[in-house]
């Protein structure tokens, strides 16, 4: 039995130290070279195991030692900063398993919470970094192993320690899930390892590579056993290459991809059908955002791998779509068969009904389905819900609601364009629109005018 990479996605709130962790790992320096210091795109990264066993050191044959052992982690960075929860819930979809950073003189933040959310609602199992451990007052450096490092502290540095581990283990219970700092878990399976680590000094990334390979190797082994059957994949991005066209960030995670293939992605009307032109394919331990060396053109690639695709026919194709390889000896069943399940994706995440509620509308299919259900835990009812601008025809329907109900006959929409003619449309009507970039701010600023209007 051979097992393919674990797909980890690293969550966190902005700036925690989730790009630095990562750097501090590969060795480069991506996160002093992004606009503002700020992750915008989701990266991708392949860790190889032999890096892994040397970061780890004996901690691998201790923590993480296996028969059937994993070929490396691919690596997901996302941003922290809110605007980007439909990158963070992209990310989250595509995870075997996550390590969400927190600060340790901060504890959870807003979008550390977001972050576990999304991992609960997608049954991704997870370790917590508490990074920044060198910036708690009176630390001094000794190792890097943090088991060593955190006794060699004064005794009140310790306690302040202990006290920041246990404010996380309080903020996880109140989420669900009960956790310890990883020297006292006694079943991993059971509770959640909160590794402290300092992204500056690297103290604790030993630790914490042991324990998330450990699980995985441990606990993973079905669901990472390489498949003889289909490509599939998750589109991230669609880019316009110069030279190349449009081109697509995918990251692959079941199979093998072969420069000629066709395969099946989703446009916002229907799935559509191309042809693989080119696979590139960053170097082992390079940053796809941020390639310090140039993509290897390549014949095939096999999952997990983070890549670009280029294809004539990637206009429009959604961020957040699946991706799957049609294998033309199948014939025609299968083609239908694949065009059904993409389009099946898109179709569930839209709403279209006759009943009143509020119009939605989304930039991509991983932030509608988030905020479908905010509205619902807020019982708050949707007539429609789409991806796309906001258009006139959003605006009359809005109006129409409000004839019967109040409330309800509104526009929410999440970082979209509203159109011109819907804009005077919804003047001419006094039909409200909210459009924000902010997930929870949405929500939030709906709630507030209602409970306005109503006073
Ligand atoms: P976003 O991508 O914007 O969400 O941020 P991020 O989580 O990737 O954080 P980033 O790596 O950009 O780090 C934010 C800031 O914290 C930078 O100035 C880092 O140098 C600093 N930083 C990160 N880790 C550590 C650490 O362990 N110790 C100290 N002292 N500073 C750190
Ligand atoms: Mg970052
Ligand atoms: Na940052």
Not at 212 to 224: A, D, I, N, P, S
Not at 378 to 397: F, K, V, Y
Not at 440 to 452: I, K, M, P
Request: charged fraction near 30%; proline fraction near 4%; include cysteine.
């Amino acid at each position: 039995m051979e097992l393919r990479q674990p797909v980890v996605v690293v969550l966190g709130h902005a700036d925690s130290g989730k790009t630095s962790l990562l750097d501090k790992i590969r060795g480069t320096a991506v996160q002093a070279r992004e606009v503002g210091g700020i992750t915008q795109h989701i990266g991708a990264s392949f860790f190889p195991i032999d890096t892994i066993k040397e970061v780890t050191g004996p901690l691998y044959d201790r923590l993480a030692k296996s028969e059937t052992p994993i070929p490396g982690l691919l690596v997901i960075d996302t941003p922290g900063h809110e605007v980007f929860a439909n990158l963070r819930m992209r990310g989250g979809s595509a995870a075997d398993i996550a390590i969400v950073v927190a600060d340790v003189n901060k504890g959870f933040e807003a979008q550390t919470i977001e972050s576990i959310e999304i991992l609960k609602k997608r049954r991704v199992p997870f370790v917590v970094a508490l990074n920044k451990v060198d910036r708690v007052t009176g630390w001094r450096p000794f190792s890097r192993f943090i088991s060593e490092e955190a006794k060699k502290q004064s005794a009140d540095v310790q306690t302040m320690l202990d006290e920041k581990i246990y404010t996380v283990v309080g903020s996880l219970s109140r989420l669900g899930f009960p956790s310890e700092a990883f020297w006292r878990v006694k079943d991993f399976t059971k509770e959640i390892a909160i590794v402290p680590v300092s992204a500056r000094t690297g103290v604790g990334i030993p630790e914490l590579l042991a324990v998330l390979v450990g699980l995985t190797q441990q606990f993973m082994g079905k669901r990472l056993e390489r498949h003889e059957g289909a490509a599939r994949g998750l589109v991230l991005e669609i880019n316009e290459e110069p030279g190349l066209g449009p081109s697509a960030n995918i990251i692959l995670l079941d199979g093998t991809l072969k420069q000629g293939d066709s395969i099946i992605v989703a446009k916002r009307d229907s799935a559509v059908q191309t042809r693989v032109k080119a696979l590139l394919l960053p170097k082992p331990l390079d940053e796809m955002r941020d390639p310090r060396d140039k993509f290897k053109p390549v014949s095939e690639v096999t999952a997990a791998a983070g890549l670009k695709v280029t294809s004539p026919d990637l206009e429009g194709v959604l961020a957040g779509s699946p991706l799957y390889v049609f294998d033309k000896a199948k014939g025609e069943d299968e083609l239908e068969r694949l065009r059904s399940i993409v389009e099946g994706e898109i179709k569930n995440a839209i709403v279209s009904t006759e009943t009143s509620g509020v119009i939605l509308k989304c930039d991509t299919i991983g932030s509608l389905e988030a905020i479908i259900d905010l509205l619902k835990k807020e019982s708050i009812p949707i007539r429609t819900a789409d991806i796309g601008s906001i258009t006139r025809r959003d605006i009359i329907e809005a109006s129409a609601v409000r004839e019967s109900d109040r409330y309800h006959g509104v526009v929410l929409g999440f970082n979209v364009k509203v159109l011109d003619d819907a804009e005077r449309e919804a003047q001419d009507r006094s039909v409200k629109i909210f459009n924000e970039r902010i997930i929870y701010n949405l929500v939030r600023s709906y709630v507030d005018w209602v409970t306005y209007q109503k006073e």
